[in-house]
């Protein structure tokens, strides 16, 4: 599909916000890195001699991959309930561009979607997926992991999980998504999504500190998984993991840090 000019100015804004790729090599304001004049970012992968065990001593950018003690994603086990914060989402119909970074395929909203968490109005800036789940809710992983990410004025980033399982019928409001995976890296296409469809019925959350899941591995990010899953039907669950399949970095240690049940609904 050819882009129109609001489109593609969208999709060059976007190529500047890969926090799920993490192909540069300075800190930005999201948490990624991003390339200079003297420095070409370190090239990573999610197996051999370039996978995650190796994350930390591919780049000076990405220690925080092997010295980090906050890192994400986590086996969700133990964990405290609490009335904290909710999510509330100011998330609207509208039209999104795919990237396809090489690592996943990112759908980049219009402006207009926010995450408010107390009194911290966070941006949606991107949603991309991971097969199967990066996270595990006590032991279990699901199918495939979505992540809403969202960053702040202050640059602090907010992710939202979602875990996918198989389910007996398609998901209608999945599926723009779904087949904008298909996006060849380098190629653009673009799809309306509702957004707030995308969301389980429910928005009670696991809550806790934690980073990216790709290299530089930065920490400050705050999670809030998802407690509900969304089905999608095997096919869709199959389309994602034709586009890319284990692309999930393996459980971190969760170190002493809290997990907070939000018990609160309203």
């Known amino acids: 599909m050819i882009l129109g000019a609001k489109h593609m100015v969208r ?3 976007a190529l500047v916000v890969m926090t799920s790729c993490g192909s540069a ?3 930005a304001a999201d948490g990624s890195v991003e390339a200079t004049a003297t420095h070409t970012p370190a090239h990573w992968t999610y197996e051999g001699e370039e996978g ?3 994350w930390g001593k591919l780049d000076p950018a990405y220690l925080q991959c092997i010295d980090g003690t906050a890192q994400t994603p986590i086996d969700i086990t133990a964990k405290s309930t609490n009335d904290v914060a909710d999510p509330v989402f100011g998330y609207s119909t509208g039209a999104a561009d795919f990237v396809n970074n090489g690592h996943t395929v990112q759908a980049v909203p219009a402006a207009g979607n926010t995450l408010t968490v107390g ?3 966070y941006t949606l800036k991107q949603l991309h997926f991971h097969t199967p789940s990066e996270h595990a ?3 279990v992983k699901a199918a495939a992991e979505m992540h809403f990410v969202h960053q702040s004025e202050a640059g602090v ?3 939202v999980g979602v875990m996918i399982v198989a389910g007996d019928a398609p998901n209608a409001a999945w599926e723009p998504y779904v087949a904008g995976t298909s996006t060849p890296k380098g190629g653009a296409d673009s799809a309306t999504i509702d957004w707030p469809a995308l969301l389980p019925a429910e928005h009670i959350t696991y809550q806790y500190e934690g ?3 790709t290299p530089p591995c930065s920490e400050g990010v705050q999670w809030m998984v998802m407690r509900d899953a969304v089905t999608l039907s095997q096919t869709q669950i199959d389309a994602l993991a034709a586009a890319y399949e284990g692309n999930a970095r393996p459980l971190q240690p969760i170190g002493d840090r809290d997990v907070v049940l939000d018990t609160q609904t309203k």
């Open 11 to 13: 999709l060059a804004l």
């Open 157 to 159: 980033l907010a992710v």
């Open 119 to 121: 009194e911290t109005v």
């Open 52 to 54: 995650p065990e190796h």
């Open 211 to 213: 980073s990216l899941t």
């Open 25 to 27: 090599a300075q800190p």
């Open 137 to 139: 809710i006590d032991g």
